[in-house]
């Protein structure tokens, strides 16, 4: 924990962690939720090295950390860590929210499935009952959201993956929950789908997940998890394609941490105005 914020009584004291994370816009997030209910807090963006999460972790609630955000690569990591963790954490085998509980021990949550599906049906209109709906990717961004996504009752979802083990590991995973298929790019069919979602990173380097555009149903929606200051290559693609909304990332990045933020803090911030501003910027 940085010197140049001794805690008191009356700030807390807030990070996410990850590496890179110094382009988060957690920090402005965290602080226009504050803003809203008059809460005084710091919230930063540090970079941790992998051989020092740990440490970090335990150095920042033995100071009075109020809560850590973990991000990318070290949401699994967090899993390992905690004492106890939420039920949705532990179908996910992932966390994104850390705190210290009633009795003083590392408590860890997942937020980022609310934060998707929340986006989705509230921000967006669009019902995820009953669609056909299909998954590109099958690593730790699609694991935190799966269980949030087969609570909402869709009619069938398939997982596609550039390594069809690790579709089918997941498959596996949440089998006694829904039934799931598993492909690789090429072989998902002829099908289409009411939903889209990339949980990919190909958009890091300005590509997409090799898939046939036939596969776009009408009236589908095509969401890609990560967001840019400008439209991704997943979600120009899909413009190019005709899909009838086209999403990014961002609102899911506004709503899983709103629900971090209601876990610390016990209220519930407005996003709309938030999203707003960051899309403005």
């Not at 963790?85 to 850390?98: G, H, I, W, Y």
Request: aromatic share 8%.
């Amino acid at each position: 924990m940085p010197d140049s914020h001794p805690l008191s009584h009356t700030v807390s004291y807030y990070a996410v962690i990850g590496k890179p994370v110094t382009h988060s816009k957690s920090p402005l997030i965290h602080t226009l939720f504050a803003q809203q209910s008059g809460q005084a807090l710091v919230y930063e963006a540090i970079e941790v090295d992998e051989d020092k999460f740990e440490a970090f972790v335990a150095d920042f609630f033995s100071k009075q950390g109020a809560g850590l955000n973990i991000t990318v690569p070290y949401k699994e990591k967090a899993f390992a860590l905690v004492n106890r963790c939420s039920p949705r954490a532990t179908l996910a085998k992932a966390v994104n929210t850390l705190f210290l509980d009633e009795e003083n021990k590392l408590y860890g949550d997942n937020t980022d499935g609310w934060g998707l599906v929340t986006d989705i049906k509230l921000n967006h209109g669009f019902s995820i009952k009953a669609k056909r709906i299909l998954i590109l990717g099958a690593g730790g961004a699609v694991r935190g959201a799966l269980g949030a996504l087969v609570a909402e009752h869709p009619s069938s979802i398939s997982i596609a993956n550039r390594t069809l083990s690790r579709a089918e590991q997941l498959c596996h995973e949440f089998a006694h929950f829904a039934e799931l298929t598993a492909h690789t790019y090429q072989t998902i069919g002829s099908q289409q789908f009411d939903l889209i979602i990339n949980g990919t990173s190909l958009g890091l380097s300005g590509e997409i997940p090799p898939i046939n555009p036939e596969l776009i149903a009408a009236d589908a929606c095509c969401y890609d998890m990560m967001y840019s200051d400008s439209d991704t290559a997943f979600v120009s693609w899909a413009k190019k394609q005709g899909a009838a909304l086209c999403l990014d990332g961002l609102g899911m990045l506004v709503e899983q941490a709103a629900e971090a933020f209601a876990i610390w803090h016990g209220t519930r911030p407005d996003t709309a105005s938030v999203i707003a501003h960051l899309r403005s910027r």
